[in-house]
């Protein structure tokens, strides 16, 4: 994979597809007491349950920076985690997270997680 395909706003555009396929997955997993809302803001992706139409408790909040992606809880802004890009040994893009190499799909899951399967 050429390094430009890993560029950090490439990245982004993944993980919002990923987030949101998550999202409605859970969706259909959980029945209609459990809905999750994926709106996309320029450099923010917002995951919400579908009863709160704002960036509130029941929300997680993925940010484009200039460095890299930052997962927070909605409301209190708590930082769950920061990620970058980075190519693997494999030459896979991955987000680094805490000095792991993460692909898509876990990075969706560390981020959300809790709002899926926890009240």
């Known amino acids: 994979m050429p390094r430009f395909s890993c560029s950090l706003q490439a990245i982004f555009e993944a993980l919002a597809e990923v987030i949101k396929t998550d999202a409605e997955a859970a969706s259909k997993l959980l ?25 509130g408790a029941d929300s997680i909040v993925l940010e484009l920076s200039s460095t890299g992606i930052t997962a927070k809880k909605g409301r209190s802004g708590d930082v769950l985690f920061d990620a970058k890009p980075v190519l693997n040994e494999e030459g896979e893009c991955v987000l680094e997270v805490n000095d792991r190499s993460l692909r898509l799909w876990q990075v969706s899951r560390k981020a959300l997680e809790n709002l899926f399967f926890h009240d």
Do not use: Y
Request: net charge positive; charged share 50%; no cysteine.
């Open 31 to 55: 029945g209609p007491d459990r809905r999750f809302k994926v709106t996309r803001q320029t450099r923010k992706i917002i995951v919400v349950r579908a009863e709160h139409d704002d960036e």
